[in-house]
T-cell receptor, first 115, second 110 residues
Framework: GAVVSQHPSWVICKSGTSVKIECRSL??????MFWYRQFPKQSLMLMAT?????????EQGVEKDKFLINHASLTLSTLTVTSAHPEDSSFYIC???????????FGSGTQLSVL | KQEVTQIPAALSVPEGENLVLNCSFTDSAIYNLQWFRQDPGKGLTSLLL?????REQTSGRLNASLDKSSGRSTLYIAASQPGDSATYLCAVNTGNQFYFGTGTSLTVIP
């Protein structure tokens, strides 16, 4: 099956710093990528949908200036958490679909801890 | 708006038992439905995908069924093993968006 690589797997940072998370489709072209946030023992919360070459569409309540998403190529999308604070600590997961492919493929997730 | 519910939220069974996980959705206008497994601190692994025109899909000990008209899907796991312990999520694809259930946390006791 298709592979989506996400890194880093975990990151610890100080409050006020910015953190970038990468999501790559390794063996297919990801026309659409999704970014989710997941709290312990809860389901996925969609943050934004990004299509290659265009601006991301953010879900209601998600601050676009805080969570910057760039989908510059068909194989790479990045999520940057700007000026991270402890309340941003969470598990972030990306997923991707290819053109004509109705299946969702997920990255392995990134655990962010902001001190 | 599509709403997806999974019952039960948690399930504990002894090893070797067959079990059924349930997924309900409110709008039958779906493109497909996908079942995932998530281990703690990990991403989601796709288990089975059922197209809206299909009734079921099988992979090894797993069988997923879909009844679009009643808004239900089930994931049947045969002869459960401790390695099956994980959270199972269903996701409904409406063609332009994916909606996730809240998950069922499964524990298989050796």
């Amino acid at each position: 099956g298709a592979v989506v690589s996400q890194h880093p797997s975990w990151v610890i940072c100080k409050s006020g710093t910015s953190v970038k998370i990468e999501c790559r489709s390794l063996d297919f072209q990801a026309t659409t990528m999704f970014w989710y946030r997941q709290f312990p023992k809860q389901s996925l919360m969609l943050m934004a949908t990004s299509n290659e070459g265009s601006k991301a569409t953010y879900e209601q309540g998600v601050e676009k200036d805080k969570f910057l998403i760039n989908h510059a190529s068909l194989t790479l999308s990045t999520l940057t958490v700007t000026s991270a604070h402890p309340e941003d600590s969470s598990f972030y997961i990306c997923s991707a679909t290819g053109q004509g492919d109705e299946k969702l493929f997920f990255g392995s997730g990134t655990q962010l801890s902001v001190l | 708006k599509q709403e997806v519910t999974q019952i039960p939220a948690a399930l504990s069974v002894p090893e070797g038992e067959n079990l059924v996980l349930n997924c309900s959705f409110t709008d039958s206008a779906i493109y497909n439905l996908q079942w995932f497994r998530q281990d703690p601190g990990k991403g989601l692994t796709s288990l089975l995908l059922i197209q809206s025109s299909q009734r079921e899909q099988t992979s090894g000990r797993l069988n997923a069924s879909l009844d679009k008209s009643s808004g239900r899907s089930t994931l049947y796991i045969a002869a459960s093993q401790p390695g099956d312990s994980a959270t199972y999520l269903c996701a409904v694809n409406t063609g332009n968006q994916f909606y996730f259930g809240t998950g069922t946390s499964l524990t298989v006791i050796p």
